[in-house]
C-alpha cells in the first residue's frame, strides 16, 4: 500500500513537489532548526581541524608582526581610491614609514589644500585600512627652482 504523503505527490506534479519543499526547508530555516547551522568545534579540538586560508594569514601577519607593514602597503596601493583621482593626480605618496605620511604635492596650491584637509584625509585612511596606521601627515610642496649663482644679486651690505 502506498503512504498517504506519496499519494499527494503524484497529484500535484513535479513542480508543484519542488515547491513544497522549497516551502519546508525555508519553514525549518525559519523555526530555527539545527539541521542548518553549522556544528561548534568539539570540545576536544587539538588544533588541525581546517581553517580558512584567510584566518591563516591573518594569524601568520599577527605572529611575525607584519600587520602594521600590510596596512601601510594598503594605503599605498588604494590611494586613489581612498583620496580620489583627483587629489590622486595631483599628490602622491613619498614614503609611509612609523606612523608618518610624507606627500609631495604638484603645486604650492595643492600642498596647501592637502595641508588643510590633513584631518580629513587621516579619517579616510582610518576607515580604509584601519586606525592608527598613519598618525601625522607631512605634505611637500614643489621644489623652488634656484637661480644659478651669477644671477643672483649679492644682498645689500650695512
Known amino acids: 500500500m502506498t503512504p498517504p504523503a506519496a499519494k499527494d505527490n503524484r497529484a500535484l506534479g513535479d513542480e ?3 515547491r513544497t519543499a522549497e516551502k519546508a526547508v525555508l519553514a525549518r530555516i525559519m523555526r530555527g532548526s539545527t539541521r542548518f547551522k553549522p556544528r561548534p568545534a568539539a570540545k576536544w579540538s587539538n588544533g588541525r581541524d581546517p581553517k580558512m586560508a584567510g584566518e ?25 581610491q581612498i583620496v580620489g583621482p583627483r587629489v590622486a593626480e ?28 590633513s584631518p580629513q584625509l ?9 586606525p592608527g596606521v598613519v598618525n601625522a601627515v607631512e605634505v611637500l610642496g614643489p621644489e623652488a627652482r634656484r637661480q644659478p649663482a651669477r644671477y643672483r644679486r649679492p644682498l645689500p651690505r650695512r
Not at 609611509?96 to 589644500?113: F, N, Q, R, V, Y
Not at 587621516?122 to 584601519?130: E, K, L, Y
Open 16 to 18: 508543484e513537489v519542488g
Open 56 to 80: 591563516l594569514v591573518n594569524e601568520l601577519l599577527a605572529a611575525e608582526g607584519w600587520q602594521g607593514q600590510v596596512a601601510e602597503g594598503a594605503v599605498i596601493a588604494n590611494w586613489q
Open 90 to 117: 595631483h599628490c602622491q605618496i613619498v614614503s609611509l614609514e612609523e606612523g608618518k605620511l610624507i606627500i609631495k604635492a604638484d603645486s604650492s596650491t595643492w600642498a596647501t589644500e592637502i595641508r588643510l584637509l
Open 122 to 130: 587621516q579619517g579616510a585612511i582610518d576607515r580604509a585600512v584601519g
